[in-house]
Nanobody, 123 residues
């Protein structure tokens, strides 16, 4: 079992960049696929990006592709989400998730979640 803690959220202006971090604690972090989801107010949780445990396979939602980049540093047990060209529509609580099953990751059925970090983009 692992635990996740997100950081790096904040208030920025449209066009700015932010990098979110997800620190994984536990003996098996490197064997988990990782993902970022987000949930805006009065909206359902949305899958943003995912990366497999090898780091070679990634997924991006259409809304963030070419603006966001997911990466992982297994030496630091940390997964990152680099967010560029932020838009007001990116405003949400961003959650990090982990699972050892890629299918569950893509389906949003991850078994481990962090508590989230707020990202607010002003126009």
């Amino acid at each position: 079992q692992v635990q996740l803690a997100e950081s790096g959220g904040g208030l920025v202006q449209a066009g700015d960049s932010l990098r979110l971090s997800c620190k994984c604690t536990g003996p098996t972090c490197s064997t988990y696929a990782m993902a970022w989801f987000r949930q805006a107010a009065k909206a359902e949780r949305e899958r943003v990006a995912a990366i497999d445990w090898i780091g070679g396979g990634t997924y991006y939602s259409h809304s963030v592709k070419d603006r966001f980049t997911i990466s992982r540093d297994d030496a630091k047990n940390t997964t990152y989400l680099q967010m560029n060209s932020l838009k007001p529509g990116d405003t949400a609580v961003y959650y990090c998730g982990a699972d050892d099953n890629w299918g569950r990751v893509l389906a949003g059925l991850l078994r481990t979640w962090g508590r989230g970090t707020q990202v607010t983009v002003s126009s």
